[in-house]
């Protein structure tokens, strides 16, 4: 499993947008005035540029990823107070967490498996950690206009995202709920917010890279409509508009404030 640093530079304008602006500032205020923040899967560093102006002044990061491509371009790109640390996120003994405040991840637990989740949750309880993920996938896709093969073509791109994505069989859409009913059984408050993009005619460059992944997947997972319902849908991105449903997640261990 991995990206590129091109399709996350394309997708971040839209995963800032889609962050709903209350759990983020929440977020942040649970990481506290001496903030020590520990990004799981952090890409090129996202996530540090949705908490700009968010944090006090001096808080430290902890970049985490495996791909040390990534790892690179986070660090170039990153302020004061950063560092990396390429880490397999399959051996989750192995994060940094000690002296931390917030652990976050984006984009990424819809990848994992209910092991790593509980694995994770045991973790966070451990160190008894607030956490924040945003931007998992909900298996709500919408396209406006809408087609015959819309629903049949998600189908099967949702039955493609619980495939083995490099941590066992994925949780896909089904992974916020599980990774709340993980730390809930460790007595945390879950909260939750949809945090959907929302990419229209301004976004054709987006909506052409993600179409032709959708495609992908679904021809994969076995539709036969897959890539001409890809076809079509490329030559409307001038005109349509595409709602792609994520969930945000702000979990805080018992007696937080």
Avoid at 18 to 33: F, I, S, V
């Amino acid at each position: 499993m991995g990206f590129s640093a091109a399709w996350l530079a394309l997708r971040e304008p839209a995963d800032h947008a889609a962050r709903d602006a209350a759990l983020l500032r929440a977020a942040a205020q649970a990481a506290g005035p001496q903030a020590v923040i520990v990004d799981l899967g952090c890409g090129t560093g996202s996530t540090i540029r949705a908490f700009a102006g968010l944090l006090a002044e001096g808080a430290v990061w902890r970049l985490v990823d495996n791909d040390p491509e990534l790892l690179r371009h986070a660090s170039a790109a990153a302020p004061a107070g950063v560092s990396t640390h390429r880490v397999d996120l399959r051996d989750l003994d192995s994060l940094p967490l000690d002296g931390a405040s917030l652990v976050t991840a984006s984009a990424l637990l819809d990848l994992c498996s209910l092991e790593w989740v509980e694995h994770l949750a045991a973790r966070l309880a451990e160190h008894r950690l607030p956490f924040y993920a945003a931007l998992s996938y909900d298996g709500v896709m919408h396209w406006t206009p809408p087609d015959r093969v819309d629903a049949p073509v998600t189908d099967a791109f949702n039955r493609h995202q619980v495939g083995d994505k490099g941590f066992g069989a994925a949780l896909g859409p089904g992974a916020t709920e599980a990774m709340a009913a993980a730390l809930e059984r460790r007595g945390y408050a879950v909260h939750r917010a949809d945090s959907p993009w929302k990419l229209g005619p301004d976004q054709c460059a987006l909506q052409r890279e993600l179409i032709a992944g959708i495609a992908m997947a679904a021809a994969e997972a076995g539709e036969a409509q897959a890539m001409a319902w890809g076809g079509t849908r490329t030559d409307s991105v001038e005109t349509a508009v595409c709602h792609i449903g994520h969930t945000d997640l702000l979990a805080l261990p018992p007696d937080a404030p």
